[in-house]
Every structure is written in C-alpha cells, then in structure tokens.
Nanobody, 112 residues
Framework: QVQLVESGGGLVQPGGSLRLSCAAS????????MGWYRQATGKQRELVAI???????NYADSVKGRFTISRDNARNTVYLQMNSLKPEDTAVYYC??????WGKGTLVTVSS
C-alpha cells in the first residue's frame, strides 16, 4: 500500500512563502508523474503542478511564476515551493502519485 505524507502547511501572511513536502513510502524513481493538487472549501480539487520523471513540469495558470515543483528521487520526496502567496491560495494541498495515489493533505492558510 503506497503512502504519501504531506507536511509543511500552516498559516502565512499574504506575500509570504511556504515549502510543502511529500514523502512517499515507495521508490519514486520509476514513477513518471508526481503532482500537487489543492481543494479550497466549497470548490473542486484542482491541479496545482506536476513533474515528470525527466523533470518536465506543468503548472496551473494561477500559480505560474510563484510556485515551483521539484522532486528528490533519492529521498522519495516531492516538494512544492510556494512564494508570493495570496489569500486565494488557501486550500488543503494534496500530493498525488501517478494519478492514482493520494496523501491526506496539508492545510495552507494565507491570511493577515
């Protein structure tokens, strides 16, 4: 059973930064796509960013230029660096492996 454990969420002021981590229980070296999604209260879950095994990335338009996804295959960990945070970034952030497995999420709240 694959386990994904997110960490790094919390309360941050607008304009601030956070780095989320997703630790996988399995070797991610052969996993083509790892991703971050988010779900705000009352809204559907949406894609934030994905990264392939080759390092190619794709971002939601709303986070381009502010968020950076990366992966450390040796540590079986995926990261999401979030800068210039806005109140509309407030959501539960979920890690995804291969469009199949999900973590339980970590809450990010952007508020003054």
């Amino acid at each position: 059973q694959v386990q994904l454990v997110e960490s790094g969420g919390g309360l941050v002021q607008p304009g601030g930064s956070l780095r989320l981590s997703c630790a996988a229980s399995e070797n991610i070296l052969t996993i083509n796509t790892m991703g971050w999604y988010r779900q705000a209260t009352g809204k559907q879950r949406e894609l934030v960013a994905i990264i392939t095994r080759s390092g190619s990335t794709n971002y939601a338009d709303s986070v381009k230029g502010r968020f950076t996804i990366s992966r450390d295959n040796a540590r079986n960990t995926v990261y999401l660096q979030m800068n210039s945070l806005k109140p509309e970034d407030t959501a539960v952030y979920y890690c995804n492996m291969a469009y199949t497995y999900w973590g339980k999420g970590t809450l990010v709240t952007v508020s003054s």
